[in-house]
């Protein structure tokens, strides 16, 4: 089966920079995704890694090993805005996305 | 921009009855998902269409919850009859190719508490 763990709490102050880990264990790998969702609001696309690596995007930069079923979200320069919960996911049989249990993020000034 | 459209975005039951949840997808998108979100946990997957056939339905509670797209452009889902454990959120997404990617698009959901 698929399953994907996540620190279920990160606490962080506006200005720092915080990462979300991200642990996988699937049979057959295409690449790893993260959603950030807002309370009472949709979950929202972030970034996507099918390459080892980090991928930059603004503030948000997203890393992947494969070879250690691994990765994770970095958010720089965080603000109260970046409050809300964060998922990764992995597609599974390339057409349908399993998503982990979450961590929400909570950013005091 | 476009946009994955819900309805109704919140609805309060009582247990025994039926509920119906709708989704309009972004224009275009032949893959449409229902998900299914428990307060402080990750999207789980119901039901997934390709244009108007089911690819996966096999995490669907089939004695109580149906899904169709008829003409594969909106979709509905319905719940009879509805149980306490029902209550969460019924997230909508579609894409416009295989989920490889890894980016949907989710509406904003459909909130259902059952009493």
């Known amino acids: 089966g698929q399953s994907l763990e996540q620190p279920s709490e990160v606490t962080a102050v506006e200005g720092a920079i915080v990462q979300i880990n991200c642990t996988y264990q699937?049979?057959?790998?295409?690449?790893l995704s993260w959603y950030q969702q807002h309370d009472g609001g949709a979950p929202t696309f972030l970034s996507y890694n099918a390459l080892d690596g980090l991928e930059e995007t603004g503030r948000f930069s997203s890393f992947l090993s494969r070879s250690d079923s691994y990765g994770y979200l970095l958010l720089q320069e965080l603000q109260m805005k970046d409050s809300a919960s964060y998922f990764c996911a992995v597609p599974y049989n390339t057409d349908k996305l399993i998503f982990g249990t979450g961590t929400r993020l909570q950013v005091f000034p | 921009e476009a946009e994955v459209a819900q309805s109704p975005r919140y609805k309060i039951t009582e247990k025994s009855q039926a509920v119906a949840f709708w989704c309009d997808p972004i224009?275009?998108?032949?893959?449409l998902y229902w998900y299914r979100q428990i307060l402080g946990q990750g999207p789980e997957l119901l039901v997934q269409?390709?244009?108007?056939?089911?690819?996966?339905d096999s995490q669907l509670p089939k004695d109580r919850f149906s899904a169709e797209r008829l003409k594969g452009v909106d979709s509905t889902l319905k719940i009879q009859p509805a149980e306490l454990g029902d209550s969460a959120m019924y997230l909508c997404?579609?894409?416009?190719?295989?989920?490889?990617?890894?980016?949907?698009?989710f509406g904003e959901g459909s909130r259902l508490t059952v009493l």
């Open positions: 269409f390709q244009d108007e056939s089911v690819v996966d």
């Open positions: 997404a579609s894409s416009s190719r295989l989920a490889g990617t890894g980016e949907l698009f």
């Open positions: 224009s275009g998108h032949a893959t």
């Open positions: 699937t049979s057959g790998f295409y690449g």
